[in-house]
């Protein structure tokens, strides 16, 4: 079938993004879905750090490949081995499918999935192989998802169905931000309603990490960014202290559970100076490849210190984001104060640059009927 979609056709090019327009919305032949896959029309797509890593060079992925990897719309076809899903279903995308036979599949979430690692690196599907083309050609896929686009084949690995009462953009945003911020904070740090929590970095993963401490009724939460407007939405969050990273070492803040949600090697090394001794450090960041941290291998052990890392919020996405939409669906979560603007596909190049200049905390691409 003929679907419109953005495709990055080059790494690397020049900010403005909306003058070098790297990401070109154009139309592609999409390919029947296989016996494990789903024909999903989108409905809305968030757009994240990790589409901007691609579109600037700090994760170098194959081109040309159709981007977005938080999205949320209704199936229309189910593969032939298909039984758990049904057409009409919404779903949930998530950007790393589990094979469920690897041994990181055993480790409840702890680890990525290697075969599914794997094929998001060559810009495949989870059963191998590409669905997408332009003009004869092969177009890579963005995490097994690319969801900035009015329709996506993915796995069933990567769908996970929620209730029609969740909205699309809400439904969307529960696949990455809060699937990774949220499970930063339930699955990597644990904190009791008494703990201290930090959280370096308020992006749509930062303010996630901070609406799901809120839910858990944590009774210090600190908020940590570099610009004002943040902090001050931080604040109408329900943080309880915020801070520029300056104004907090300055001030000796410490957390017992410091939570690194930026990307950056000087916010991680921020993160563990936070850290209170017999405290953990949580990074969830992807900063580029090379980067390096300082930091004292003394304190770690005469503080007693703990270092995690938490890829997607060490989450399993069938168990993990039926819980947040019953959080939302509660109350406790309201997802929908991540979202930061609605915005056509045509604007996407526009929308890098105000990612790449900390402006916005979650923008969804919303896709009309």
């Known amino acids: 079938m003929r679907i419109t979609g953005a495709v990055l056709e080059e790494i690397g090019r020049p900010r403005p993004f909306a003058e070098s327009k790297p990401i070109s919305v154009s139309e592609l032949e999409l390919d029947a879905p296989g016996p494990t ?18 579109v600037d060079g700090n994760r170098v992925r194959p081109v040309p490949m159709l981007l977005g990897h938080e999205a949320a719309g209704r199936i229309v076809e189910v593969g032939s081995s298909v039984d758990d ?60 998802v690319s969801g900035f686009a009015t329709h996506a084949v993915i796995d ?15 439904a969307a945003v529960l696949g990455c931000a809060v699937l990774t911020g949220g499970g930063a904070v339930l699955n990597a740090a644990r904190p009791r309603p008494q703990d201290s929590v930090a959280i370096v970095g308020l992006g749509g993963v930062g303010m996630a990490a901070l609406l799901t ?96 890392g938490s890829y997607l919020g060490s989450a399993v996405p069938r168990r993990d984001i039926p819980q947040y939409a019953r959080m939302w669906r509660e109350g406790r979560l309201p997802v929908e104060e991540l979202i930061s603007a609605r915005i056509p596909l045509s604007r996407i190049n526009e929308a890098m640059d105000q990612l790449a200049d900390g402006l916005a905390v979650r923008q969804v691409i919303m896709f009309d009927d």
Do not use: W
Not at 37 to 54: P, T
């Open 85 to 144: 899903f049904r057409v009409g279903q919404r779903v949930v995308m998530s950007f790393l499918p589990r094979c469920e036979a690897c041994d990181s599949c055993a480790e409840d979430g702890r680890l990525p999935c290697t075969t599914g690692s794997a094929t998001n690196n060559a810009g495949e599907l989870l059963h191998g192989g590409r669905r997408l083309h332009r003009d004869g050609h092969p177009v890579h896929h963005h995490l097994g």
């Open 213 to 308: 401490a809120v839910a858990q009724g944590v009774s210090r939460i600190v908020a940590i960014d570099t610009l004002d407007d943040k902090l001050t939405r931080a604040r109408e969050l329900g943080a309880h202290e915020t801070y520029t990273p300056a104004e907090a070492v300055e001030r000796g803040v410490k957390a017992r559970y410091v939570i690194e949600c930026a990307g950056s090697a000087r916010a991680f090394e921020t993160a563990f100076g936070l850290t209170a001794p017999g405290g953990t450090t949580v990074t969830v960041g992807l900063p580029a490849p090379a980067a390096t941290a300082a930091i004292s291998p003394l304190t770690v052990t005469a503080e007693a210190r703990t270092i995690v």
């Open 156 to 170: 069933r690995a990567s769908a996970v169905a929620v209730d029609d009462d969740v909205p699309p953009d809400v």
């Open 37 to 54: 896959e789903l024909l999903v029309k989108i409905e809305a797509a968030g757009v994240c750090h990790s589409d901007l890593s691609v």
